[in-house]
Protein backbone atom coordinates (compact mmCIF):
# COMPACT_ATOMS: atom_id res chain seq x y z
CA UNK A 1 0.00 0.00 0.00
CA UNK A 2 1.12 3.61 -0.91
CA UNK A 3 1.70 6.01 2.14
CA UNK A 4 3.12 8.35 3.48
CA UNK A 5 2.90 8.17 7.49
CA UNK A 6 3.80 11.58 9.30
CA UNK A 7 5.46 11.62 13.24
CA UNK A 8 3.44 12.64 15.99
CA UNK A 9 1.22 15.57 17.43
CA UNK A 10 3.60 18.61 19.04
CA UNK A 11 3.45 21.33 21.65
CA UNK A 12 6.01 23.65 22.11
CA UNK A 13 6.78 27.12 22.92
CA UNK A 14 7.55 30.18 21.03
CA UNK A 15 11.39 30.16 20.34
CA UNK A 16 11.49 26.26 20.22
CA UNK A 17 12.82 24.70 17.16
CA UNK A 18 10.95 21.97 15.38
CA UNK A 19 11.59 19.07 12.76
CA UNK A 20 8.36 16.77 11.72
CA UNK A 21 8.81 13.94 9.72
CA UNK A 22 6.98 12.26 6.76
CA UNK A 23 8.04 8.74 5.63
CA UNK A 24 6.53 7.17 2.56
CA UNK A 25 6.16 3.23 1.87
CA UNK A 26 5.00 1.20 -0.75
CA UNK A 27 6.80 2.97 -4.06
CA UNK A 28 9.45 4.60 -5.32
CA UNK A 29 10.37 7.42 -2.76
CA UNK A 30 13.00 9.12 -4.95
CA UNK A 31 10.67 9.56 -8.24
CA UNK A 32 8.04 11.51 -6.53
CA UNK A 33 7.94 15.15 -5.68
CA UNK A 34 6.93 15.50 -1.68
CA UNK A 35 5.31 18.57 -0.80
CA UNK A 36 4.03 20.51 2.33
CA UNK A 37 0.56 21.73 3.36
CA UNK A 38 -0.82 23.90 5.83
CA UNK A 39 -4.16 23.84 7.49
CA UNK A 40 -4.76 26.74 10.22
CA UNK A 41 -7.36 25.69 12.65
CA UNK A 42 -10.75 26.55 10.71
CA UNK A 43 -9.18 27.48 7.74
CA UNK A 44 -8.29 26.37 4.18
CA UNK A 45 -5.02 24.51 2.82
CA UNK A 46 -1.51 26.78 1.86
CA UNK A 47 0.68 24.85 0.01
CA UNK A 48 4.37 25.61 1.66
CA UNK A 49 7.08 24.06 -0.42
CA UNK A 50 8.48 20.66 -2.20
CA UNK A 51 11.34 18.80 -2.34
CA UNK A 52 12.26 15.75 -5.01
CA UNK A 53 14.40 13.56 -3.46
CA UNK A 54 16.11 12.15 -5.85
CA UNK A 55 18.20 15.32 -6.06
CA UNK A 56 17.05 17.44 -3.33
CA UNK A 57 15.94 20.30 -5.65
CA UNK A 58 13.95 22.24 -3.23
CA UNK A 59 10.84 24.81 -4.10
CA UNK A 60 9.06 27.38 -1.65
CA UNK A 61 6.36 29.21 -2.10
CA UNK A 62 7.01 33.06 -1.59
CA UNK A 63 4.62 32.78 1.79
CA UNK A 64 7.27 30.70 3.43
CA UNK A 65 10.38 31.25 1.80
CA UNK A 66 12.74 31.89 5.31
CA UNK A 67 10.54 30.97 7.40
CA UNK A 68 10.47 26.94 7.18
CA UNK A 69 13.21 24.05 5.87
CA UNK A 70 12.54 21.40 3.70
CA UNK A 71 14.66 18.46 3.51
CA UNK A 72 14.60 14.85 2.87
CA UNK A 73 17.07 11.76 3.80
CA UNK A 74 16.52 9.06 0.65
CA UNK A 75 18.17 6.70 2.39
CA UNK A 76 15.44 6.52 4.57
CA UNK A 77 12.20 7.57 2.59
CA UNK A 78 11.60 10.47 4.97
CA UNK A 79 11.03 14.15 4.13
CA UNK A 80 10.90 16.65 6.52
CA UNK A 81 9.41 20.22 7.81
CA UNK A 82 11.43 22.42 10.10
CA UNK A 83 11.44 25.81 11.83
CA UNK A 84 14.50 27.25 13.50
CA UNK A 85 12.21 29.44 15.63
CA UNK A 86 8.15 28.94 16.07
CA UNK A 87 5.70 31.49 16.75
CA UNK A 88 2.49 31.66 18.12
CA UNK A 89 1.40 31.72 14.33
CA UNK A 90 2.48 28.43 13.38
CA UNK A 91 0.04 27.23 15.35
CA UNK A 92 -1.73 24.14 12.58
CA UNK A 93 -2.10 20.92 10.56
CA UNK A 94 1.01 20.25 8.72
CA UNK A 95 0.11 17.53 5.95
CA UNK A 96 2.93 16.22 3.85
CA UNK A 97 1.57 15.04 0.29
CA UNK A 98 2.76 13.43 -2.39
CA UNK A 99 3.11 14.89 -6.35
CA UNK A 100 3.73 13.24 -9.44
CA UNK A 101 6.55 14.04 -11.54
CA UNK A 102 4.34 14.88 -14.41
CA UNK A 103 1.43 16.72 -12.95
CA UNK A 104 0.83 19.27 -9.83
CA UNK A 105 -1.81 16.55 -8.55
CA UNK A 106 -1.47 15.98 -4.57
CA UNK A 107 -2.52 12.15 -5.08
CA UNK A 108 -1.36 10.96 -1.65
CA UNK A 109 -1.49 12.49 1.90
CA UNK A 110 -0.21 12.21 4.98
CA UNK A 111 -2.47 11.83 7.97
CA UNK A 112 -1.42 15.57 9.13
CA UNK A 113 0.83 16.55 12.22
CA UNK A 114 -0.62 18.77 14.37
CA UNK A 115 1.38 21.36 15.71
CA UNK A 116 0.70 23.31 18.59
CA UNK A 117 2.68 26.63 20.10
CA UNK A 118 1.48 28.29 23.24
CA UNK A 119 3.33 29.98 26.09
CA UNK B 1 0.01 36.77 -5.82
CA UNK B 2 -1.60 34.73 -7.76
CA UNK B 3 -5.18 33.62 -6.23
CA UNK B 4 -8.10 31.27 -6.95
CA UNK B 5 -11.76 32.25 -6.01
CA UNK B 6 -14.27 29.85 -5.22
CA UNK B 7 -17.68 30.82 -3.39
CA UNK B 8 -17.49 29.71 0.22
CA UNK B 9 -20.76 27.65 0.56
CA UNK B 10 -23.08 25.27 -1.86
CA UNK B 11 -25.84 23.81 -0.42
CA UNK B 12 -28.01 20.77 -2.32
CA UNK B 13 -30.97 18.62 -1.82
CA UNK B 14 -30.10 14.76 -1.75
CA UNK B 15 -30.54 12.96 -5.56
CA UNK B 16 -29.81 17.00 -7.23
CA UNK B 17 -26.95 18.10 -8.93
CA UNK B 18 -23.80 20.55 -7.14
CA UNK B 19 -21.59 22.66 -9.19
CA UNK B 20 -18.62 24.11 -7.32
CA UNK B 21 -16.50 26.65 -9.61
CA UNK B 22 -13.07 28.34 -9.30
CA UNK B 23 -12.05 31.18 -11.20
CA UNK B 24 -8.65 32.31 -11.95
CA UNK B 25 -6.85 34.15 -14.70
CA UNK B 26 -4.06 31.30 -15.50
CA UNK B 27 -6.53 28.40 -15.77
CA UNK B 28 -6.61 28.38 -19.35
CA UNK B 29 -2.91 27.62 -19.21
CA UNK B 30 -2.68 25.21 -16.21
CA UNK B 31 -4.55 22.22 -15.04
CA UNK B 32 -7.19 22.23 -12.26
CA UNK B 33 -7.42 19.58 -9.42
CA UNK B 34 -10.05 19.22 -6.55
CA UNK B 35 -9.64 17.71 -3.34
CA UNK B 36 -12.54 17.10 -0.83
CA UNK B 37 -12.12 16.87 2.68
CA UNK B 38 -14.27 15.77 5.64
CA UNK B 39 -13.78 17.06 9.10
CA UNK B 40 -10.90 15.59 10.86
CA UNK B 41 -9.62 13.75 7.64
CA UNK B 42 -7.02 14.61 5.23
CA UNK B 43 -8.13 15.80 2.01
CA UNK B 44 -8.57 13.46 -0.97
CA UNK B 45 -7.78 13.93 -4.61
CA UNK B 46 -11.28 13.37 -6.35
CA UNK B 47 -10.25 15.40 -9.75
CA UNK B 48 -7.05 16.02 -11.46
CA UNK B 49 -6.04 17.62 -14.94
CA UNK B 50 -9.56 19.40 -15.25
CA UNK B 51 -11.56 16.32 -15.78
CA UNK B 52 -9.74 13.24 -15.32
CA UNK B 53 -10.83 11.06 -11.97
CA UNK B 54 -8.61 8.74 -9.73
CA UNK B 55 -9.42 5.05 -9.39
CA UNK B 56 -11.94 4.75 -6.04
CA UNK B 57 -13.55 8.23 -6.99
CA UNK B 58 -17.25 7.66 -8.10
CA UNK B 59 -18.26 8.55 -11.57
CA UNK B 60 -20.97 10.94 -9.61
CA UNK B 61 -17.56 13.02 -9.34
CA UNK B 62 -16.15 15.25 -12.58
CA UNK B 63 -14.79 18.27 -14.19
CA UNK B 64 -14.80 20.48 -16.23
CA UNK B 65 -13.28 23.66 -17.64
CA UNK B 66 -14.08 26.83 -19.65
CA UNK B 67 -11.89 29.92 -19.77
CA UNK B 68 -10.90 31.30 -16.74
CA UNK B 69 -13.32 28.68 -14.79
CA UNK B 70 -13.21 25.10 -13.51
CA UNK B 71 -15.99 23.25 -12.27
CA UNK B 72 -16.27 20.53 -10.49
CA UNK B 73 -20.12 18.50 -10.76
CA UNK B 74 -21.29 16.59 -8.26
CA UNK B 75 -24.63 14.82 -9.71
CA UNK B 76 -26.91 12.65 -7.68
CA UNK B 77 -25.39 13.73 -4.65
CA UNK B 78 -25.22 12.17 -1.85
CA UNK B 79 -25.33 12.48 2.48
CA UNK B 80 -21.58 11.35 2.41
CA UNK B 81 -20.72 13.95 -0.15
CA UNK B 82 -21.42 17.05 2.39
CA UNK B 83 -17.10 18.17 2.78
CA UNK B 84 -15.42 21.39 2.08
CA UNK B 85 -13.70 21.30 -1.59
CA UNK B 86 -10.71 22.83 -2.79
CA UNK B 87 -9.36 23.61 -6.11
CA UNK B 88 -5.58 23.67 -6.54
CA UNK B 89 -3.35 24.91 -9.83
CA UNK B 90 -0.25 26.57 -10.29
CA UNK B 91 0.44 30.61 -11.42
CA UNK B 92 0.98 31.00 -15.28
CA UNK B 93 4.87 30.38 -15.20
CA UNK B 94 3.92 26.69 -13.29
CA UNK B 95 6.33 28.06 -10.77
CA UNK B 96 3.80 28.72 -7.39
CA UNK B 97 1.14 26.35 -6.34
CA UNK B 98 -2.00 27.98 -5.24
CA UNK B 99 -5.16 26.45 -3.20
CA UNK B 100 -8.43 27.78 -3.65
CA UNK B 101 -10.09 29.04 -0.64
CA UNK B 102 -12.36 26.36 -0.48
CA UNK B 103 -16.18 25.39 -0.55
CA UNK B 104 -18.21 24.10 2.20
CA UNK B 105 -20.93 21.42 0.43
CA UNK B 106 -23.85 20.88 2.62
CA UNK B 107 -26.31 18.08 1.84
CA UNK B 108 -29.74 19.96 3.40
Known amino acids: EVQLVQSGAEVKKPGESLKISCKGS????????IGWVRQMPGKGLEWMGI????????RYSPSFQGQVTISADKSISTAYLQWSSLKASDTAMYYC????????????WGQGTMVTVSS | SYELTQPPSVSVSPGQTARITCSGDALPKQYAYWYQQKPGQAPVLVIYKDSERPSGIPERFSGSSSGTTVTLTISGVQAEDEADYYC???????????FGGGTKLTVL
Open chain 1, 97 to 108: VRRTVTTLAFDI
Open chain 2, 88 to 98: QSADSSGTSVV
Open chain 1, 26 to 33: GYSFTSYW
Open chain 1, 51 to 58: IYPGDSDT
